[in-house]
């Protein structure tokens, strides 16, 4: 079993910054692969951004490519979201997701590709 939880969600100006934080616990075998996917109001949740639990391979959702970085401190069991020139689109909740496959070409995007789930942190860009 693992669990998830998120932090360092919070209201920022657009164009700021905002660092994401997901503490794990649990077996690592069951979370080769990290993620971030998030859900605005009234929206599915969406893909944002995954990584090997070895740190060595990440993807990013188009949209924020550039933008946005994922991180592993495995010393830590923390996967981070560095978030910069954020968006008002940018605006949702965060929800951090792992899964005990390791992907080798493209990691899963879908909700359904990851087992474990944090209970999320919202984000809120303001104009």
């Known amino acids: 079993q693992v669990q998830l939880v998120e932090s360092g969600g919070g209201l920022v100006q657009a164009g700021g910054s905002l660092r994401l934080s997901c503490t794990a616990s649990?077996?690592?075998?069951?979370?080769?692969?990290m993620a971030w996917f998030r859900q605005a109001p009234g929206k599915e949740r969406l893909f944002v951004a995954a990584?090997?639990?070895?740190?060595?391979?990440?993807h990013y959702t188009d949209s924020v490519k550039g933008r946005f970085t994922i991180s592993t401190d495995n010393a830590k069991n923390t996967v981070y979201l560095q978030m910069n020139s954020l968006k008002l689109e940018d605006t949702a909740v965060y929800y951090c997701?792992?899964?005990?496959?390791?992907?080798?070409?493209?990691?899963?995007?879908?909700?359904?590709?990851?087992?474990?789930w944090g209970q999320g942190t919202q984000v809120t860009v303001s104009s």
């Open positions: 649990g077996r690592t075998s069951s979370r080769k692969t």
């Open positions: 990584i090997r639990y070895s740190g060595d391979i990440t």
């Open positions: 997701a792992a899964d005990p496959r390791q992907w080798v070409v493209v990691p899963g995007t879908s909700p359904h590709d990851y087992d474990y």
